[in-house]
T-cell receptor
Framework: AQSVTQLDSQVPVFEEAPVELRCNYS??????LFWYVQYPNQGLQLLLKYLSGSTLVESINGFEAEFNKSQTSFHLRKPSVHISDTAEYFCAVRETNTGFQKLVFGTGTRLLVSP | GAGVSQSPRYKVAKRGQDVALRCDPI?????LFWYQQALGQGPEFLTY????????KSGLPSDRFFAERPEGSVSTLKIQRTQQEDSAVYLC???????????FGPGTRLTVL
């Protein structure tokens, strides 16, 4: 079965600084990878996803993530964060096998952006 | 509707009470999922429906948890004889069949006193 590890439970950073949120996964088969963001008292919103093709994927608000198969990683990066990026970020994996495959989440990383 | 909706948004129950949580998926989405998110944790899978068929309920923590989707649209997650450890946010998600991405609702925050 697949699993996801987010080693950093909390990442404090100053506004306009770069940030990287780490995500490693484990699976015996090929996977789809996702980052979801959860703002306070809200549901999960899809930030970006890797399904196939280019290993570098981007979101509309400046985040990017790179799928690294050899390192089984899908780290999330942003070159310059804003106060409004403060939220909980969840990495998730789903096996590509046909039929039902559940989405498995990591424990989340809280990004705290301060002025 | 435009997105997945859930009701109620907040529910406080006394230990031992039964609760029912409702999910309205995105129109046309055949697949529906329930997840449980404990405080400070990532969402944990509970159960999956394809139309009205419950194809996987391996994540339901006990036989006090029951989910249904009788007409293949709205789904209800019922918890009988609630316990304090049931306190969590219950998230519903939907998707088209075969589509990898899930769309989540805002969740129902259940507090059991």
């Amino acid at each position: 079965a697949q699993s996801v590890t987010q080693l950093d439970s909390q990442v404090p950073v100053f506004e306009e600084a770069p940030v990287e949120l780490r995500c490693n996964y484990s699976s015996s088969v090929s996977v789809y990878l996702f980052w979801y963001v959860q703002y306070p008292n809200q549901g999960l919103q899809l930030l970006l996803k890797y399904l196939s093709g280019s290993t570098l994927v981007e979101s509309i608000n400046g985040f990017e993530a790179e799928f690294n198969k050899s390192q089984t990683s899908f780290h999330l990066r942003k070159p310059s964060v804003h106060i409004s990026d403060t939220a909980e970020y969840f990495c998730a994996v789903r096996e590509t096998n046909t039929g039902f495959q559940k989405l498995v989440f990591g424990t989340g990383t809280r990004l705290l952006v301060s002025p | 509707g435009a997105g997945v909706s859930q009701s109620p948004r907040y529910k406080v129950a006394k230990r031992g009470q039964d609760v029912a949580l409702r999910c309205d998926p995105i129109s046309g989405h055949v697949s529906l999922f329930w997840y449980q998110q404990a405080l400070g944790q990532g969402p944990e899978f509970l159960t999956y429906f394809q139309n009205e068929a419950q194809l996987d309920k391996s994540g339901l923590p006990s036989d006090r948890f029951f989910a249904e989707r009788p007409e293949g649209s709205v789904s209800t997650l019922k918890i009988q004889r609630t316990q304090q450890e049931d306190s969590a946010v219950y998230l519903c998600a939907s998707s088209l069949v075969g589509q990898p991405s899930l769309f989540f609702g805002p969740g129902t925050r259940l507090t059991v006193l």
